[in-house]
């Protein structure tokens, strides 16, 4: 499964941008997927992550202020992300993949992701 996520930018700390995910030649409902970010000279991290039945996963610094979700009919994830603070910069990704128990496995490839930068 090929992903392109979408919807990077400048925002101002406090300020929302929501990102896409989207699929080609395939059909995202059926995969689980997460959103992934590397900041410059950090490693990548999973942000948050959705499985196939609308199950919903995030990092500890990002729950209450992201959101996941999927919209099935458009093929499409999406990552709001609300209340944004400059550690919030990073390349954003999304990636096809499995939840497995406190785990998720990325399985696709990682794609050119999407920048977000936060700074005022």
């Known amino acids: ?13 406090g300020g929302s941008l929501r990102l896409s995910c989207a699929a080609s030649g395939s059909i995202l409902s059926r995969n689980d997927v997460g959103w992934y970010r590397q ?5 990548r991290e999973l942000v948050a992550d959705i ?6 996963n995030y990092r500890g ?4 202020r992201f959101t996941i979700s ?3 009919a458009k093929n499409t994830v999406y ?11 990073a390349v954003y990704y999304c990636n096809p993949g ?3 128990g406190n785990y998720y496995y990325p399985r ?3 794609g050119q992701g999407t920048l977000v930068t936060v700074s005022s």
């Not at 990552?79 to 910069?89: I, V, W």
């Open 1 to 13: 499964v090929q992903l392109q996520a979408s919807g990077g930018g400048l925002v101002q700390p």
């Open 39 to 43: 900041a410059p000279g950090e490693q």
């Open 51 to 56: 499985t196939s039945g609308g199950t919903t």
């Open 61 to 64: 610094s990002v729950e209450g």
């Open 70 to 72: 999927r919209d099935n």
């Open 79 to 89: 990552l709001q992300m609300n209340d944004l603070k400059p550690e919030d910069t």
């Open 98 to 100: 499995a939840r497995i």
């Open 108 to 110: 696709g490839s990682w």
